[in-house]
Nanobody
Framework: QVQLVESGGGLVQAGGSLRLDCAAS????????MGWFRQAPGKEREFVAS????????SYADAVKGRFAISRDNAKNTVSLQMNILKPEDTTVYYC??????????????????WGQGTQVTVSS
């Protein structure tokens, strides 16, 4: 069992940056793939970024490539999402998620087992 708590969301102007952090607890965290997803009202959950269990492989949605960067620190049980050059269309709730043990950087919500409560990101124009 893994528990996840997101933080770092807030209000930022277009072109600015935010860093989201996810604090994880649970004995399987260090060997689980991790991902960030977002979901706007009335829309399905959207893949943003993911990182393999070792941290050596990352994947990004086309909409955020070149702007966002996912990282993890297994010693501290944290996963982060650095978001740069933010756009108004990035506005929504962002969720941290833990995937399967020894998992790859999957883009499918089906591969993720545990979810945080979410943190709001608002980008103004």
């Amino acid at each position: 069992q893994v528990q996840l708590v997101e933080s770092g969301g807030g209000l930022v102007q277009a072109g600015g940056s935010l860093r989201l952090d996810c604090a994880a607890s649970g004995r399987t965290f260090s060997s689980s793939a991790m991902g960030w997803f977002r979901q706007a009202p009335g829309k399905e959950r959207e893949f943003v970024a993911s990182i393999s269990w070792r941290g050596g492989t990352t994947s990004y949605a086309d909409a955020v490539k070149g702007r966002f960067a996912i990282s993890r620190d297994n010693a501290k049980n944290t996963v982060s999402l650095q978001m740069n050059i933010l756009k108004p269309e990035d506005t929504t709730v962002y969720y941290c998620s833990a995937g399967r043990v020894f998992g790859s950087a999957s883009s499918s919500p089906r591969d993720y087992l545990y979810w945080g409560q979410g943190t709001q990101v608002t980008v103004s124009s």
